[in-house]
């Protein structure tokens, strides 16, 4: 039986987690429509060049970017309930100052890197130019900072507005290239025009909570610190920041990985096999959000007990949803496919059952990364992610170049195993040793 406590975290994490999912899957539906209007106004090869091209672009700012939203969720709870505004306002310009440095870092890489990519890829010979103008796209990347705002004043049905209005300005963009025969670069400029939207979306929504709230009373940019004096907040940034952008890192480099090998056209199947796969596994992912700042609740409380039961609840639910996943992609997984691409069915089962397995395990991770992080383990999460990068982007080049396809999808899945397994076993033996609270004061 659940306590009455763990009964009502579950209700919060579950209504939040229900903003998040229906703006996350209305951006899906749009993502996917988008993906099917791309590919016939581009045509599949031009479409995967785009693709890969906005996967370096990703790849630069998601290598450099600060998870500035976390040191805001984990130091501001307590200065904004208690009204320290000063503080507060300093631990703001703090995560401001992290997304403004990861964001111009990223950029800098970019153009350092993209010509070489770009004969490297191939989309060299598209355009008469390489893109460095579309490099610059990084700057409006990071939006952590208002992110944070909107979880921590539990806001959570505001966080999916601008991936929203990113999504509806593709389709409607894509849509008019369609009807209007527009070119490569237009689409570019598309892509660019969504980001920044985006980006004005987020910080927009967060200094408005903020301004409601009075917490930006005589907030000022200029003669003031930017840099909070929080104990221990820098060594946390890093290790949550790191452990981000290396997740982030290889889900791009696969992508540009399997189109060194194969060529855009099979980069563009691979990576929207894998957009099937993990969007039917995304509902019940989009719980970690949520579920986060529960657990470092329960760990202030030193709620042992609690968080093992709802550790556990959720995984028994993941492994029925699972289930249903697995069953829903075999069947319909293909014919979509094909809908999307215009690719025969031969040869696509099976890459979508390797990527099935692939979102599932990763769905099994749900409350296990983030609770590792709230009891300060997250140092073994990132020597988890190093050790699988290094062994498994080697793998995937291999077991592309002799398998094709094939080989891409069973290289991702056994990453993907890694992973999971370096985060089940310390939990497993913290759960079996019922030592939760060392190292945690």
């Not at 980006?199 to 009373?217: E, K, T």
């Not at 992610?385 to 170049?401: A, D, E, H, K, Q």
């Given at each position: 039986?659940?306590?009455?406590?763990?009964?009502?975290?579950?209700?919060?994490?579950?209504?939040?987690?229900?903003?998040?999912?229906?703006?996350?899957?209305?951006?899906?539906?749009?993502?996917?429509?988008?993906?099917?209007?791309?590919?016939?106004?581009?045509?599949?090869?031009?479409?995967?060049?785009?693709?890969?091209?906005?996967?370096?672009?990703?790849?630069?700012?998601?290598?450099?970017?600060?998870?500035?939203?976390?040191?805001?969720?984990?130091?501001?709870?307590?200065?904004?309930?208690?009204?320290?505004?000063?503080p507060?306002?300093?631990?703001?310009?703090?995560?401001?100052?992290?997304?403004?440095?990861?964001?111009?870092a990223?950029?800098?890489?970019?153009?350092?890197?993209?010509?070489?990519?770009?004969?490297?890829?191939?989309?060299?010979?598209?355009?008469?130019?390489?893109?460095?103008?579309?490099?610059?796209?990084?700057?409006?990347?990071?939006?952590?900072?208002?992110?944070?705002?909107?979880?921590?004043?539990?806001?959570?049905?505001?966080?999916?507005l601008?991936?929203?209005?990113?999504?509806?300005?593709?389709?409607?963009?894509?849509?008019?290239?369609?009807?209007?025969?527009?070119?490569?670069?237009?689409?570019?400029?598309?892509?660019?025009?969504?980001?920044?939207?985006?980006?004005?979306?987020?910080?927009?929504?967060?200094?408005?909570?903020?301004?409601?709230?009075?917490?930006?009373?005589?907030?000022?940019?200029?003669?003031?610190?930017?840099?909070?004096?929080?104990?221990?907040?820098?060594?946390?940034?890093?290790?949550?920041?790191?452990?981000?952008?290396?997740?982030?890192?290889?889900?791009?480099?696969?992508?540009?990985?399997?189109?060194?090998?194969?060529?855009p056209?099979?980069?563009?199947?691979?990576?929207?096999?894998?957009?099937?796969?993990?969007?039917?596994?995304?509902?019940?992912?989009?719980?970690?959000?949520?579920?986060?700042?529960?657990?470092?609740?329960?760990?202030?409380?030193?709620?042992w007990?609690?968080?093992?039961?709802?550790?556990?609840?959720?995984?028994?639910?993941?492994?029925?949803?699972?289930?249903?996943?697995?069953?829903i992609?075999?069947?319909?997984?293909?014919?979509?496919?094909?809908?999307?691409?215009?690719?025969?069915?031969?040869?696509?089962r099976?890459?979508?059952?390797?990527?099935?397995l692939?979102?599932?395990?990763?769905?099994?991770?749900?409350?296990?990364?983030?609770?590792?992080?709230?009891?300060?383990?997250?140092?073994?999460?990132?020597?988890?992610?190093?050790?699988?990068?290094?062994?498994?982007?080697?793998?995937?080049?291999?077991?592309?170049?002799?398998?094709?396809?094939?080989?891409?999808?069973?290289?991702?899945?056994?990453?993907?195993?890694?992973?999971?397994?370096?985060?089940?076993?310390?939990?497993?033996?913290?759960s079996?040793?019922?030592?939760?609270?060392?190292?945690?004061?």
């Amino acid at each position: 039986m659940m306590s009455s406590q763990v009964k009502a975290l579950f209700v919060r994490v579950f209504r939040n987690t229900g903003y998040i999912l229906g703006g996350r899957g209305f951006c899906a539906v749009l993502s996917l429509i988008t993906t099917a209007v791309s590919a016939r106004a581009l045509g599949l090869q031009d479409y995967g060049v785009l693709l890969l091209i906005n996967s370096f672009v990703l790849s630069c700012s998601a290598g450099l970017r600060f998870q500035s939203w976390q040191p805001l969720l984990q130091y501001g709870s307590s200065l904004y309930r208690n009204g320290d505004r000063h503080p507060f306002q300093m631990l703001l310009r703090h995560c401001m100052l992290l997304d403004g440095i990861g964001a111009v870092a990223g950029m800098g890489l970019a153009l350092l890197l993209c010509e070489w990519f770009g004969n490297l890829l191939g989309w060299g010979n598209t355009s008469s130019a390489t893109p460095f103008w579309y490099m610059t796209v990084i700057l409006f990347m990071n939006a952590g900072g208002a992110m944070g705002v909107m979880r921590l004043l539990d806001r959570y049905e505001l966080s999916v507005l601008a991936d929203s209005g990113s999504g509806l300005i593709r389709l409607v963009g894509s849509l008019a290239g369609l009807f209007w025969h527009w070119s490569f670069t237009s689409f570019l400029v598309i892509w660019y025009i969504s980001t920044v939207a985006s980006f004005f979306i987020n910080y927009g929504m967060g200094a408005y909570l903020l301004l409601r709230s009075d917490s930006l009373q005589n907030f000022r940019i200029f003669g003031v610190s930017w840099v909070s004096p929080i104990k221990g907040i820098w060594r946390f940034i890093f290790s949550v920041s790191i452990n981000q952008a290396l997740a982030r890192l290889s889900s791009r480099l696969t992508v540009m990985i399997v189109g060194a090998v194969l060529g855009p056209q099979s980069a563009a199947i691979y990576n929207v096999t894998w957009q099937i796969s993990d969007g039917l596994a995304r509902p019940a992912q989009m719980m970690t959000p949520a579920l986060y700042p529960e657990l470092v609740a329960l760990k202030d409380k030193r709620d042992w007990a609690s968080i093992r039961q709802v550790t556990h609840r959720i995984l028994q639910v993941l492994g029925v949803f699972s289930a249903a996943v697995l069953a829903i992609v075999f069947v319909l997984g293909p014919w979509l496919l094909h809908v999307l691409l215009t690719v025969p069915w031969s040869g696509t089962r099976t890459l979508l059952l390797l990527m099935t397995l692939t979102a599932i395990l990763d769905l099994w991770d749900v409350p296990l990364e983030p609770l590792l992080v709230s009891l300060n383990r997250a140092h073994q999460i990132l020597l988890g992610r190093l050790f699988t990068m290094c062994v498994t982007l080697p793998l995937l080049y291999f077991l592309t170049s002799g398998l094709g396809m094939t080989g891409a999808g069973l290289a991702t899945l056994i990453g993907e195993l890694v992973i999971f397994l370096t985060r089940l076993v310390p939990y497993l033996l913290m759960s079996r040793k019922q030592d939760f609270g060392r190292g945690n004061g």
